[in-house]
């Protein structure tokens, strides 16, 4: 726990005997433990690294967060709109594209890391950009809109361990995940985003009651987070919530930072007045070669640099490869694919091959599967759904049009034991719950993680 809270805690607790008030006493006396359980809850939350989506990680390492993250960037959105989405999508994968030379020269294997790095981001001409840390100033109020495995909530995540245990600052954070806002609200009605809060740390077994909130709420200082706008599934309470945190806002707004995450589709009919935008730039070749780096270190334990530099120069030449490893969640795989000694492919269809069999290899954790099918059909099954939305040109389908894809290719492959309708219900949770590769767009769309995929199927569907 920090020198500095302890320090402010000796001196409130000498001076108690000092305060006639008893409601001020009382209050005191229970607000200095709260904080204190409240610190290390936060600290134990956040202190390592969770793989989101890449669930055979969890079981084969563990590692701090602060000792392997490495910092997105974030522009500033002047004009909200679907068009400068795809826009902004468009320019990035240009500029992505010219940080490679593909060429047969061998002197980069020469130069090292550092040399590789330098070549190619000179090629770069970025928008000014900076970090969530750099951006946080009292009264701010930011959402920060990314696609699937951008870092969204690692970003949160890793600002509040940060403030947590930093003794030379005076923010104090306060995370919480928007998915759990429905649980509260079917348990105990309508309720505030102030009450949201603390009955979600309650659920948690931490005494943080609204006066606990209101006093530190009150004095400024605070770093609000709210994670996942995208997971309230049910589009009207998304509009219900976005419109309370907008009234939270105006109340508590002063002297605080309130920053608000969401994938970008979900947000479009639940926006947020009175709040900035910002966008969650892709990785560029300094920030790839940084994550390997500390990846071969942390992970592989592997202080030896040679792999490392090995590993970027292949992702740097390869522009398939490179295109993958813009996104944290899809360079992470691919680290995993190494770090399992499996040789990083040069096609794009081959790499996507493992990183599909990598996901799908988290149906196995998935309790109830019953073992309806073994890995191959796993990954066939993938594939042929895959190649039903690129044959219908569709990049999004609902919960009724994959169940009853599924239920067709169980039929038409001979893949059903029993009841090739009920056996569909559990591959979907599997798929949905477990892999990672299919996410919920709505609370009724479904839409594949990795789009590309679906081109490569033809080929093998």
Request: glycine share 4%; with cysteine.
């Amino acid at each position: 726990m920090d020198l500095k809270y302890w320090s402010l805690a000796s001196i409130a607790y000498y001076l108690l005997p000092e305060i006639e008030d008893e409601n001020q006493k009382n209050r005191l006396e229970t607000l200095l433990p709260t904080e204190s359980l409240y610190r290390q809850y936060l600290h134990t939350t956040c202190e390592y690294a969770d793989f989101k989506g890449i669930h055979q990680l969890r079981r084969v390492v563990q590692v701090k967060l602060s000792d392997i993250y490495v910092p997105v960037l974030l522009t500033k959105l002047a004009v909200l709109s679907d068009k400068i989405f795809e826009k902004q999508d468009t320019e990035n994968s240009e500029l992505k594209a010219k940080m490679v030379n593909v060429n047969s020269d061998k002197s980069h294997e020469k130069e090292g890391l550092a040399r590789i790095i330098e070549k190619n981001d000179s090629q770069l001409e970025l928008e000014k950009a900076f970090t969530l840390e750099e951006g946080i100033a009292p009264n701010k109020r930011m959402v920060i809109l990314g696609g699937p495995g951008s870092g969204k909530t690692t970003m949160l995540r890793q600002l509040t361990g940060k403030l947590i245990i930093d003794q030379t600052s005076n923010l104090f954070p306060i995370l919480v995940p928007l998915r759990d806002y429905v649980r509260i609200k079917n348990m105990f009605g309508n309720v505030s985003i102030l009450d949201f809060i603390s009955k979600y740390f309650i659920s948690h077994d931490l005494r943080i009651t609204n006066d606990f909130l209101e006093r530190y709420l009150s004095s400024g200082g605070c770093v609000i987070m709210f994670d996942g706008l995208d997971e309230i599934l049910v589009e009207q309470d998304r509009i219900e919530a976005a419109t309370k945190i907008e009234q939270f806002a105006a109340c508590f707004g002063n002297g605080n930072s309130i920053i608000i995450n969401s994938r970008i589709p979900s947000y479009m009919l639940a926006q947020l007045t009175g709040f900035e935008h910002y966008t969650i730039q892709q990785l560029d070749a300094t920030q790839i070669s940084e994550f390997v780096l500390k990846w071969c270190r942390q992970v592989e334990g592997n202080s030896n640099t040679q792999n490392s530099q090995a590993l970027v120069s292949t992702l740097l030449r390869n522009p398939n490869l490179l295109s993958l490893s813009t996104n944290p969640l899809m360079l992470s795989l691919i680290c995993l694919t190494s770090l399992q000694g499996i040789p990083i492919p040069n096609r794009k269809a081959d790499l996507y091959d493992i990183c599909i069999r990598t996901l799908s290899s988290s149906w196995e954790a998935k309790k109830g599967f019953n073992g309806i099918l073994d890995e191959p059909q796993r990954f066939e099954t993938i594939k042929k759904l895959a190649f039903s939305f690129l044959e219908q040109k569709k990049i999004t389908a609902t919960e009724y049009e994959v169940l009853t894809l599924l239920e067709n290719i169980l039929v038409e492959q001979q893949l059903s034991k029993d009841d090739p309708k009920t056996e569909s219900i559990s591959i979907f949770r599997a798929i949905t719950e477990r892999s990672g590769i299919w996410l919920r767009e709505s609370q009724t769309l479904m839409g594949l993680f990795i789009m590309d995929f679906a081109t490569t199927c033809p080929h093998s569907a």
